[in-house]
């Protein structure tokens, strides 16, 4: 339970103590809730979640990584989840309900007086019933990257977000000419959001 709480604790100082500053001023909150219509926010921006269920204002949830989907069909692979595709179904139920215990005790403290300021009531199962409810889901990959399985929420898969920079900004001239003296470099990248990359780099090296 290390993991879940560690990564929990990071995540609820980052999005609940901003959410906390973004009601802290009553005028400048009366003023923002009366003109907000729609909102499309990712996973982690509990902040305008709070707001969407507060004003009422349309929302669409969107999501980067297929680990957010959690399935008793065939759960994501994360570090700390005892959750192999070899298990049964309800094996990998009960590794979910208790690993919202942990996470919640760590979320929650900070992410429901913020609720209660907006008179909404406590989050429950923050990762597992929380994040998922909106107007329309986006999921920013493809489905052939991560299969859809029978208990992930109705979602569009958009595709990955791919931006090209060199529309916008020329390649610096010592790379160009650094990638023309010999054969095309190959590029390995892992995640932004990992603590595993170890393995990962030794095994594309090897």
């Known amino acids: 339970t290390r993991l879940p709480a ?27 809730s009366r003109s907000i219509a729609r909102l ?7 902040a305008s979640r709070c707001v969407a269920e507060a004003t009422g204002a349309r ?5 980067l990584a297929p680990a957010v989907f959690r399935s008793a069909h065939r759960a994501p692979r994360l570090p700390g989840l005892p959750a192999p595709d ?18 919640d ?11 209660a300021r907006l008179g909404l ?26 299969p859809p399985q029978p208990d992930w929420p109705d979602a569009v898969f958009a595709g990955f977000p791919l931006f090209d920079e060199g529309d916008t900004r ?18 390995l990248t892992h ?7 170890r393995a990962f780099f030794e095994t594309a090296a090897a």
């Open 170 to 187: 020329a390649v610096d001239g010592g790379l160009d000419a650094w990638l023309a003296e010999g054969a095309p470099p190959l590029v």
């Open 59 to 63: 929302f669409v949830a969107v999501h």
């Open 105 to 115: 005790r760590i979320v929650r403290p900070r992410l429901d007086p913020v609720r």
């Open 40 to 46: 499309a926010t990712s996973t982690l921006a509990f």
């Open 121 to 146: 009531p406590p989050a429950r199962r923050v990762f597992h019933d929380w994040i998922h409810p909106a107007d329309a889901v986006v999921a920013l990959f493809p489905a052939w990257f991560a």
């Open 86 to 103: 070899r298990a049964p179904d309800w094996w990998r139920r009960l590794v979910y309900r208790v690993s919202d215990v942990v996470v």
């Open 6 to 32: 560690s990564i929990a604790f990071w995540m609820s100082r980052m999005v609940c103590s901003k959410a906390a500053f973004f009601v802290a001023s009553r005028s400048s909150w009366n003023s923002v």
């Open 191 to 197: 995640g932004s959001a990992n603590l595993h990359s």
